[in-house]
């Protein structure tokens, strides 16, 4: 079974600064997976997702995130926080099979000093 | 780009009524919708998933007969919080599955507030 282990449910930075959001995985497949960001009281937007290709991934808003088989892990980073990056993110991972169907962790809720 | 509209975005209703949910895909036919639950300040759960022309395939400790799915055509599906109470109050967002192009797309959710 697929799961995601987000560490850190509250990670504070300030502006400028760099962003490191960490997420662990298991998988018993090579997994797919995905980094969204939530605004309050609204849907997900994706901002990036790893599907087995290069281990790089480049998103949307300056996000990236490393795929680490050897380490299991998918992080997120942005070399300079904004202001309007302060949002709720999760890490998720595609449930076994090609349906669309996502197990999300725990979420970080980020926030940005000025 | 593909948009999934859900609609209401905010319901409060009084407990022991019923309240349905819309999740349509705008610009593409959806085989497959999800549906889920997010409480405050924590993560979504999926609650059942959705497609169309059969039954909803539920998550283990969801009741079928409280959270009512229909999904009766590729591009429109509804949750049906049947009886509403004050702890079915929630945040439910829905996701809609392109299937063969591998895309998965969210609605902007409803918060519901049952009194």
């Known amino acids: 079974a697929q799961s995601v282990t987000q560490l850190g449910s509250h990670v504070s930075v300030s502006e400028g600064a760099l962003v490191l959001l960490r997420c662990n995985y298991s998988?018993?497949?090579?997994?797919?997976l995905f980094w969204y960001v939530q605004y309050p009281n609204q849907g997900l937007q994706l901002l990036l997702k790893y599907t087995s290709a290069a281990t790089l991934v480049k998103g949307i808003n300056g996000f990236e995130a490393e795929f680490k088989k050897s380490e299991t892990s998918f992080h997120l980073t942005k070399p300079s926080a904004h202001m309007s990056d302060a949002a709720e993110y999760f890490c998720?991972?595609?449930?076994?099979?090609?349906?669309?169907?996502?197990?999300f962790g725990q979420g970080t809720t980020l926030q940005v000093k000025p | 780009g593909a948009v999934v509209s859900q609609h209401p975005s905010r319901v409060i209703c009084k407990s022991g009524t019923s309240v349905k949910i819309e999740c349509r895909s705008l610009d593409f036919q959806a085989t497959t919708m999800f549906w889920y639950r997010q409480f405050p300040k924590q993560s979504l759960m999926l609650m059942a998933t959705s497609n169309e022309g059969s039954k909803a395939t539920y998550e283990q400790g969801v009741e079928k007969d409280k959270f009512l799915i229909n999904h009766a055509s590729l591009t429109l599906s509804t949750l049906t919080v049947t009886s509403a109470h004050p702890e079915d109050s929630s945040f439910y967002i829905c996701?809609?599955?392109?299937?063969?192009?591998?895309?998965?797309?969210f609605g902007s959710g409803t918060q519901l507030s049952v009194l």
């Open positions: 998720a991972v595609r449930s076994s099979g090609n349906t669309g169907k996502l197990i």
């Open positions: 998988s018993s497949v090579p997994p797919y």
């Open positions: 996701s809609a599955w392109t299937g063969s192009y591998e895309k998965l797309f």
